[in-house]
């Protein structure tokens, strides 16, 4: 069956940094394909490099015979692809059919008036994806599930062969869900093909014929959907490996005991819901694991806590209520925060770095913690004037660590620490974290899609997904109750 | 084409004023009107490319004085002159927009600016032909009736206005609000951005020049500090976002309340111009709409 | 001999120039603005110092403390009063900001102009020089201000560079041109850091205008060109880099000088422009910059 589109040996860098090496695949008609992996793997750099908007460093893209890598994106649409992004940006002047036909437009500097027939197509379009009711509504006015809609229907306005979805249902409720899996299966009756980007396998498994996994830039596994979620590497990779815990001893968290209460939080970025009623608790002293896979709410979660995003529900630490704080007063009264993007100031050294973190400390004070940080962590002792954007990759995250704990928090927030990181780099985060908890008493609260990772430390795990605690427990019984379902 | 009604209903009774209103008013709105053009071409860049044009009178200027220069050297007759303007200013435009483009943001308006200084310097450089700071004297003008100076500038504003407002309104026009506002996006739609952009740059220019030609024509004078000068750059600019940015309409109101305000303020000597930005300030922080954007506000999400 | 003439000259304003455009150059790489009324915040300094030391008889050492006071408070005004409304206004998009600050900067920019025109008119004001008298370098004859314009100069930019390099309060604000999130989560309000650097700022530009008017005098005629060449140096310069900025005045006042000597002063500013015009387009991130 000849391939509607062939993607051989497609290589991206920025710079020293590899997005995506050496990927191959191909896609036929009426088939859909899902490209899955977590934060960095590469699978949106893929995307974008099929549409255009960015330029491959080598291989070739080729839609039904056609080579189209390094045209421009606006040719390579017209050759037949159409794309949906993860972020709806219609235009919010014109009315939904409006910002349909622009879809239809022929790319012309002279044509001023649309041909008839546009008009009649947009309508179609519209009722199609499900908005043939709302066609002179503007986009301003429609709930989310709405405006996902128009962006779909943007995308297959002009019939591409191929269509490449980014997200597909991030932000939908499960009955949405269901409606867009048909629209999107609907497309290959045409003879068409689709391509979905994902964090999450499980999401997309029942609509998938195939999927690829990706990570740090690489195929890692290729088969059906259900080949891709058992195959070892793939389960390695995202929950690393087999779900081992220590014993712990019991604690008992009084009511009175809890550092941190989350209370019925729900956080909006517009009218998209990342965030549903959501509830913890952390005693003082604890170590709390909150796993997810990419896209689930941690880093939403984590950001409410912090103050750097709005929210809705009440947060209480020390049993004074968070509400109406500034982010630095809360990261000043002791909730500090090493995000997954680490913030670090790139072009000022390690122990800058860490110097600022101190800052709000008196100089004595300051200077032993810096003495002990390193004792902690010593690869930051050799690298002590070095410039923060050269580290490796492990050695940043370290240091975002050190600097958070150059400001002595009471508790401390780590979102997705081990995010790209190599084992033998884990094995040395591990072992810092547990001399923390014996040496101090900090309370820490851990993001992670890392199961592995994330579980040997924790006094309690939560299980978050799409913006919903799903299960609560201690580590020993997650392995037997909920570690399956996890990825499937 | 309900919208077009109104502006041509507006405009046929301004038609009317000579009737009724004396010299020195009709003079002031002869100008206004020429300022509206001006104003209009920098919205259709501006509102609907998303590209700020921080020089505005580069292309006022290149469009004036060829115009000039050609009616004071070569006595041409006036329509080939303002048709010889109106073209110097677009190959003018192309010329700063083709690279310009290249660039994002502060850098493309620094090039508009340094444009406008290069045009200064240049004209002060080559006095002997082009007059240098005192100006050009132009032999020709369009007529020495003030009426008849004011239906011209109506007229002209009236038919630019409409050009403009029906390309901002056409399908050309929703894919160059779509460039403008997320050019990424318009490109996986299938739209060559940069093709958009540079057309829509042209169309500025040629109404820009046009309407500095018409505007020396009616002076009876070309000089630096009328028509290439940064300060005229800037009431322009205000203009439009005082009357709102995107109606297009809206910038011609906008010129209008300028030039009047400015006149009405006259006794208050320096400091009208003081009134004049603060107000524009003020519209800026409270009414970012401007006028005509505030006044049609459609709950926009 | 007017190869030496052009050298100290062109130090001299050089040094005036680099000044000028570090601050310029300070507050875009903190606060993200390309303050287009950075002219008429010299300008205003300038006159204040001249009016103070002058009408209100106060003697020129005074009148250039009040300079540079007038400045801070103007710079404050700036940034509360028109900048930090438009960028935290709700009502302009995200996408517009920049525009909208430029813009208002712009305006804010041509008020205090026109505010100077109509208090003290537009006629050229010469500070009286803070140190009055001739000095002779290998036989050209130059003014003690001069010298101690260059002087000054370079010891501000010293004070700065010890500042930034060597004092908590400086890393704090090279650390917010470099990540203003990171700061945030050490608990650092970043308000705090704007309001600092805008007066920072203000000190800066209030000691180059105060300098400036008794170098050169000033009137509100000269506001715009000083923003530009301010906007030009930086650009020449690179972005947000604070030597490049130096480098850039450099440039541009030496270039500017060796015009207006060997060719005329009438048209110092065209090979400036000229040059401005080749980097944007074949490295527009300037000399020395990085973004």
Not at chain 1, 29 to 54: A, D, H, R
Not at chain 1, 293 to 306: M, P, R
Not at chain 2, 8 to 29: I, N, R, S
Request: glycine share 12%; hydrophobic share 50%.
């Amino acid at each position: 069956m000849p391939r509607l589109l062939d993607v051989c040996g497609l290589t991206k860098r920025y710079g020293g940094l590899v997005a995506v090496n050496d990927m191959s695949f191909s896609i036929a008609p009426g088939e859909i394909l899902g490209l899955i992996g977590p934060n960095g793997s590469g699978k949106s750099t893929v995307m974008k490099l099929i549409m255009g908007i960015e330029k491959p460093n080598a291989g070739v893209v080729k839609i039904e015979g056609v080579d189209v890598a390094g045209w421009p994106s606006h040719r390579i649409a017209r050759q037949g692809v159409g794309i949906v992004f993860q972020h709806s940006r219609p235009l919010h002047r014109q009315t939904v059919l409006e910002n349909i036909k622009l879809a239809l437009l022929p790319d012309s500097l002279t044509q001023l008036v649309a041909a008839s027939h546009i008009d009649d197509r947009a309508h179609a379009i519209a009722k199609r994806v499900g908005l043939g009711a709302v066609t002179q509504r503007r986009p301003g006015t429609l709930p989310f599930a709405d405006l996902r809609r128009l962006e779909l229907a943007r995308a297959i306005a002009r019939d591409p062969k191929i269509v490449l979805v980014d997200e597909p249902f991030a932000g939908l409720t499960a009955g949405e869900v269901r409606d867009f899996s048909e629209l999107i299966a609907s497309f290959r009756h045409d003879g068409h093909a689709v391509l979905l980007v994902d964090h999450n396998v499980k999401g997309i498994a029942a609509l998938v014929d195939r999927a690829i996994a990706m990570y740090l830039g690489e195929f890692v596994a290729g088969g059906t959907a259900q080949e891709v979620l058992t195959n070892e590497t793939v389960r390695r990779v995202y929950i690393g490996g087999r779900i081992e815990t220590a014993a712990r001893p019991p604690r008992d968290t009084a009511a009175s005991d809890r550092l941190l209460d989350v209370q019925d939080l729900s956080v909006f970025y517009g009218k998209a819901q990342a965030l549903e009623d959501v509830s913890l608790h952390v005693g003082a002293g604890e170590f709390v694991s909150v796993v997810g896979l990419n896209g689930a709410g941690k880093t939403t979660l984590f950001n409410a806590i912090s103050g750097l995003v709005p929210s809705q529900g009440s947060i209480a630490f020390d049993a004074t209520n968070l509400a109406g704080r500034t982010a630095a007063q809360i990261a000043r009264g002791g909730i500090v925060q090493c995000p997954e993007s680490r913030e670090l100031f790139g072009d000022m050294s390690v122990r800058e770095n860490l110097d600022l973190g101190g800052q709000h400390l008196p100089r004595a004070k300051s200077a032993a913690q810096l003495e002990w940080l390193l004792e902690l962590f010593p690869i930051l002792k050799s690298r002590h004037s070095q410039a923060a954007r050269t580290l490796s990759g492990g050695e940043q995250q370290m240091l975002a660590i050190a600097r958070a704990l150059m400001m002595q928090p009471r508790l401390l927030i780590l979102d997705e620490p081990t995010l790209g990181l190599a084992p033998v780099i884990l094995e040395q985060l591990s072992r810092a974290l547990e001399k923390l908890r014996q040496t101090t008493d900090i309370t820490i609260l851990l993001g992670e899609q890392n199961v592995t990772f994330a579980l040997p430390h924790a006094d309690r795990v939560y299980v978050l997904e799409h913006g919903r605690f799903v299960w609560e427990g201690d580590p020993q019984r997650f392995a037997a109750e909920a570690g399956d379902a996890y990825l499937s | 084409m309900k919208a077009f009604a109104i502006p041509l209903l507006v405009a046929a009774l301004l038609a009317l004023l000579p009737l009724g209103v004396g010299g020195y008013v009709l003079g002031l709105l002869t100008l206004a009107y020429y300022f509206g053009v001006f104003a209009m071409s920098w919205d259709l860049l501006f509102g609907f490319a998303g590209e700020v044009n921080f020089g505005p009178s580069f292309l006022i200027g290149l469009g004036a004085y060829s115009a000039g220069l050609l009616n004071h050297s070569f006595h041409l007759p006036i329509w080939i002159c303002v048709i010889a303007g109106a073209f110097t200013a677009v190959v003018g435009g192309v010329l700063l927009a083709v690279p310009a483009l290249r660039l994002s943001g502060p850098y493309f308006g620094l090039i508009t600016l340094v444009a406008v200084l290069l045009l200064q310097n240049a004209i002060v450089l080559f006095a002997g032909i082009t007059g240098g700071e005192i100006g050009l004297d132009i032999p020709d003008i369009i007529s020495i009736d003030d009426s008849t100076n004011y239906w011209v500038a109506l007229g002209f504003m009236t038919v630019s206005g409409m050009i403009l407002f029906g390309l901002s309104r056409s399908s050309v026009g929703l894919i160059l609000q779509a460039s403008g506002q997320d050019a990424i996006q318009a490109g996986a739609l299938g739209f060559n951005v940069t093709k958009h952009k540079l057309a829509a740059f042209c169309v500025s220019a040629l109404f820009s020049g046009l309407a500095g030609a018409m505007l020396i024509f009616y002076m009876g004078t070309a000089s630096p500090g009328t028509v290439v000068e940064i300060g005229v750059g800037v009431q322009v600019i205000i203009a439009a976002v005082l009357g709102g940015r995107r109606t297009i309409l809206g910038a011609a109101l906008g010129a209008i309340f300028l030039i009047v305000a400015g006149e009405l303020l006259r006794p208050l000597g320096q400091l009208s111009t003081f009134v004049v930005s603060a107000v524009a300030l003020l519209v800026i922080l409270f009414f970012p709409g401007g006028f005509l954007g505030t006044a049609l506000h459609r709950g926009e999400g | 001999m007017q190869f030496l003439q052009i050298l100290i000259d062109g130090f001299a304003i050089s040094s005036l120039y680099g000044l000028g455009a570090i601050g310029f150059t300070l507050i875009f790489g903190v606060s993200g603005v390309l303050n287009l009324s950075h002219g008429a915040i010299m300008v205003s300094a300038a006159v204040v110092a001249w009016a103070v030391a002058g009408s209100l008889n106060a003697g020129p050492y005074l009148g250039a403390l009040a300079g540079v006071a007038a400045s801070v408070v103007i710079a404050f005004a700036t940034y509360l009063l028109v900048v930090r409304p438009i960028q935290t206004s709700r009502r302009i998009p995200r996408e517009e900001k920049e525009i909208f600050v430029l813009t208002g900067t712009l305006l804010w920019g041509i008020m205090l102009q026109e505010a100077i025109a109509y208090f003290f008119t537009s006629n050229p004001k010469t500070v009286r020089p803070l140190i009055a008298g001739v000095v002779n370098i290998i036989g050209v004859r130059t003014p003690n201000q001069e010298i101690l314009t260059a002087v000054l100069s370079w010891l501000v930019i010293g004070a700065l560079w010890l500042l930034v390099n060597r004092t908590r309060q400086g890393k704090t604000l090279l650390a917010a041109s470099i990540n203003p999130r990171g700061l945030t989560l050490l608990g650092f309000e970043l308000s705090s850091i704007y309001l600092f650097v805008w007066g920072l700022y203000g000190l800066l530009a209030g000691i180059a205008g105060v300098l400036l008017g008794a170098f050169l005098g000033v009137s509100s005629d000269n506001v715009g060109t000083l923003t530009a060449s301010a906007f030009s140096i930086v650009v020449l310069g690179g972005l947000g880099s604070v030597s490049g900025s130096l480098l850039g005045a450099y440039v541009v006042g030496y270039l500017e000088t060796i015009t207006a000597y060997v060719i005329s002063p009438s048209i110092r500013t065209i090979p400036v422009l000229l040059l401005l015009v080749l980097v944007v387009y074949l490295r527009p991130q300037g000399l020395l910059g990085r973004r």
